[in-house]
């Protein structure tokens, strides 16, 4: 498996160990399934927005400022996972990689600066891997990675974090009606939160992804989107867990 031998190359230039942070993304899904249970559907507040996405949390946020609660409080996949590895290594530097440069800003805040020491995206990670003389395509270690399900592993593409959430509440609290809306590119999102704050949302769970196409498609992505979405979906349907416990929505992070 490639994410395999990916893990394998990171440890060989150096990295101490690797996680997925389709980890966070699960922690994330059940609470946020947790948050729309006990908020929007007993009318506490009309609607609940993502949080995942940097770029739409900030719009969403400055859009409707006088309604930033409905802005959901978990944590980033992001910064839950570096949390959870700085619990169990409270003196390792914590690198990220992924495709958002979004990412780069969001580990600059004063609240995560000392949960994420450094971004990095895939072209630049890709840029070490030449650097040291790997090709993923050659190259024949691997070491496998379990840490996430396939719900936490769907956030990447453009309504996996709808979908994952949705999942976890109708298994978590069956029989409740879940109503989704979700929107991708900015100017889509823009678009849903003038709805939402028209009164034409209510009781929706809302997704926003600032990139089209969700994270697979940020500018530090360095294969197509199709492809890259392509490969999500499989990583998806071959996890061997579907669905993050219920527990994970009881996790602290402080």
Known sequence: MRLWK??????????ADVYEVALGADIGASTEAKQYVNEVKSGKKPFLLTSC??????LAKRTLPDMVDTVSNALTPMVATA???????PE?????????AAKKLEASRTSVRSDVDFVITFEELAAIFAAKGIDLETYECEEPIHDATGAGRGYAIAGGVASAIEQCIEEYYPGTEVYIEHAEGLSECQKILMLAKAGKKDGCLIEGMGCPGGCVAGVGT??????????VKKFVKDSTTPL???EYSKIELP
């Open 6 to 15: 990916i893990k394998a190359a990171l440890k060989e230039v150096g990295f």
């Open 53 to 58: 996405c940097p770029a739409w949390s900030v």
């Open 83 to 89: 949390r959870m590895i700085k619990q169990r290594h």
């Open 92 to 100: 390792g530097k914590i690198v990220f990689a992924g495709p958002c």
């Open 222 to 231: 360095n294969i197509p989107i199709p492809k890259a979405t392509g490969a």
């Open 244 to 246: 993050p416990p219920k």
